[in-house]
């Protein structure tokens, strides 16, 4: 029987995917596409086509991105000994295959000698793009170097492959080994209720306490941490919280200093290996900033124009506080900033973001999200029994997700809470289908994102009309806040976003109408790639649209006006202070990686030197805070990933709200502009430019006035 990685089943038959089969279905799927570029680099340059070329190389990778991108991610959402044994095992020679196409000299001369014949010269559109696209990948991961280097730099490709999962593992594993068990009710005084009780059925889940005696389990997963940061009223628990959240990373046997070292100086080398100047340009060079020192200044400009705020806001925060205990004032402990803040809000404004849970149970959420989804961009989205196979090699039975018996009819997921989802043009013809993972697990990692599984779209033979369409398969989770026994989830409003976030990159995803696959999709520049998935969340603050499913779950009421008009109000709430927490993140990315290697970094201690670089974007604390580094899998959980590239979101946030000023100025469920975006952004995917495709949409470049009026930044400052 055919490996079941490899077996192009869509949907995907979870259950005969094991531990046991990853080996053998990788090592396969190398072997073959290896054959198959040997083949493309071994014929005539006399008569290479567009066909034997690149639609070639394309279709020789399909089966080894089908398959790794499989085990991938089991490992993010069901993570055991077994996976990660194999999986680690595999990472070296998946990591090397990849890195040894663009240095394979007779490939290179296949490639450039298309690229110099009548045909290429004469390509158009999406085809130019991807010759475009294909040379600059082959040049950009070192095809032009000589023999030693392009050895060196398989070398870098498995190591970092082999450090990044490391450290991956390491915050896993380090957020898993914790728990706070509290026995006296007093010491959780002030949490809301939903999480009160979550934390007492999480301690039942683990043996702690009964029923008539209770206790409350809290973890440094995010639905339970983050309530217990922002409302406890005991500072002791609180501190307790975090620093053991400050220690993810830090404290043997989890400690990432050393693998951040190594990450940072294979990069470093890699990026000179292939004659940038530092790993940042090396990333930027293809997306829309182009270099480090481009988004560097972009950072510090943003941070000119909220530093006033910013300071200002803090001063507040520690006015309060000091009002409010009778102290004098001073900076805050980092524990009580949540805390302390939220306080703050809620004498400003009379809110209290939970009371806006009851209006958001996730049903309700996501039903609303896809009726929105409907009248802007005209398609169809309906869920599909589901049910949970337990693998051969785990515990006998199954459980349907989705309640449904016939199980000869319902699709298979990956664990009974996995939903899934078809989605259809307005014709009736099938898009895509898509999984949903919400809620979180000891075996998953935390966050929230959108992959895809394959990739389809229309399928052409020369030039015309496509001759079929292909479906495309997606996938999105999150680490939501949990049902209560058997009851739905309710959640906050930062999780609605959430939702519709990871929402949008999927609609990217799914709408994608691009006939090269790889250029399908979310598979366009790092700078760029947030504009789908952030503009979403502007549906979640206006009325119009959160009337369509932020309704009370027992009445039906949408949100009550007085408490709308709190949320609108308390929206800004030390806007400035989210904001720097971005540029700081984002700074100290390309800080670290435009600048390494330093005298100063190499013999300091790595806090000493943030804390210097980052001095006028930290927030002044009592106490010294380790920074996030050492548990940001965002910069280092991948070979490369956000490295370099955080900065990607504010600039997203740049033109997700300049964008989302047509839908303001046409009404925001305005059908015409939606399929418009949905034609121009969605569906182009990295057809073209992405700065011609934001002219597409808006007429124009970029202003960043928009967003500075959204997060209510005077546009003048600075």
């Known amino acids: 029987m055919k490996n079941p990685f490899l077996k192009k089943d869509f ?78 095992e595999m990472i070296p020679k998946v990591s090397a295959f990849w890195a040894r196409i663009p240095l394979n000299a007779n490939l290179w001369k296949v490639i450039g000698a298309y690229g110099a014949t009548a045909e290429a010269a004469n390509l158009m559109g999406v085809r130019k793009r991807f010759l475009e696209e294909t040379m600059a990948d082959f040049r950009e991961h070192g095809a032009d170097l000589g023999a030693a280097d392009k050895s060196r730099l398989e070398v870098i490709a498995g190591e970092l492959a082999k450090q990044t999962q490391k450290l991956s593992e390491n915050v896993l594993d380090a957020t898993n080994a914790y728990e706070l068990v509290v026995e006296e009710e007093t010491q959780i005084s002030g949490l809301p209720e939903n999480a009160k009780e979550q934390a007492r059925l999480e301690a039942l889940k683990k043996g702690h306490g009964t029923e008539a005696r209770p206790q409350w389990r809290f973890t440094l997963h995010m639905p339970s941490c983050l309530p217990a940061m922002k409302y406890l009223h005991s500072d002791g628990i609180r501190k307790q919280l975090w620093e053991a959240a400050a220690a993810v990373g830090l404290a043997p046997p989890y400690d990432n200093t050393e693998l951040i070292w190594k990450i940072l100086d294979l990069r470093d080398e890699k990026a000179r290996l292939l004659g940038q100047r530092h790993f940042a340009d090396l990333v930027l060079e293809r997306r829309m900033a182009k270099t480090g020192e481009t988004a560097l200044r972009f950072i510090e400009s943003i941070h000119t124009r909220v530093r006033a705020t910013f300071k200002r806001e803090g001063e507040e925060l520690e006015a309060y506080k000091a009002e409010q205990t009778g102290q004098p004032r001073g900076p805050l402990e980092p524990r009580e900033t949540a805390y302390w803040s939220e306080k703050l809000r809620r004498s400003r404004y009379a809110f209290d973001e939970e009371d806006l849970r009851p209006y958001f149970p996730i049903d309700g959420v996501i039903e609303g999200m896809f009726t929105i989804a409907r009248r802007i961009f005209d398609i169809r989205i309906t869920e599909r029994p589901a049910i949970f196979r337990a693998h051969e090699d785990g515990p006998a039975g199954e459980t349907s997700s989705t309640g449904t018996p016939e199980s000869t009819t319902a699709t298979e997921v990956w664990h009974p809470e996995v939903k899934y ?27 929230a994102w959108m992959n895809y599984l394959m990739t389809g779209g229309p399928v052409y033979r020369g030039a015309g009309n496509p001759v079929k369409r292909e479906p495309h398969l997606g996938l999105i989770c999150g680490n939501l806040t949990p049902g209560l026994e058997g009851n739905p989830a309710f959640l906050t409003h930062n999780e609605v976003q959430t939702i519709f976030h990871e929402f949008g990159h999927l609609l990217h995803h799914l709408l994608g109408e691009v006939e090269i696959r790889s250029l399908n999709g979310v598979n366009v520049a790092w700078d760029f790639v947030e504009l789908p998935s952030q503009i979403m969340e502007n549906w979640c603050w206006n009325r119009e649209s959160l009337d369509l499913f932020a309704r009370h779950h027992e009445s039906g009421a949408p949100i009550p006006e007085g408490l709308f008009e709190k949320m609108i109000q308390a929206r800004n ?81 740049v033109l997700d709200a300049d964008a989302f000023t047509r839908f303001q100025a046409a009404g925001v469920l ?42 209510g930044i005077p546009v003048d400052a600075g």
């Open 670 to 711: 305005n059908r015409e502009v939606g399929l418009e975006f949905r034609e121009k952004i969605l569906s182009k995917g990295n057809g073209a430019d992405p700065a011609d495709l934001f002219r597409s949409f808006l007429g124009r470049d970029p202003d960043l006035t928009a967003l500075l009026e959204r997060d």
């Open 421 to 447: 989802y078809e989605v259809s043009d307005a014709d009736g013809e099938l898009l895509g289908a898509f999984y949903a993972d919400w809620h979180p697990r000891e075996s998953k990692r935390g966050g």
């Open 573 to 653: 709430f030390q806007s400035a202070r989210a904001i720097m927490r971005q540029l700081l993140f984002g700074k100290m990315d390309l800080e670290l990686h435009m600048h390494y290697p330093r005298p100063d970094l190499i013999e300091g201690s790595l806090d000493d030197f943030l804390d210097t670089l980052l001095e006028n974007y930290s927030e002044p604390t009592k106490t010294r805070a380790p920074k996030m580094i050492r548990r940001f899998s965002h910069l280092f959980s991948s070979s490369t990933g956000y490295a370099a590239g955080y900065y990607s979101y504010k600039w997203s946030e």
């Open 11 to 88: 949907p995907v038959a979870w259950a005969r995917l094991g531990p046991a089969h990853v080996q053998p279905a990788i090592e396969q799927a190398l072997a073959d596409a290896q054959e198959r570029i040997d083949a493309i680099s071994g014929q005539d340059l006399e008569n290479v086509t567009f066909d034997s070329t690149l639609l070639a190389l394309e279709a020789a990778t399909e089966d080894i991105v089908l398959a790794w991108g499989l085990v991938g991610h089991l490992d993010s959402v069901c993570n055991s000994p077994a996976l990660r044994t194999v999986y680690n």
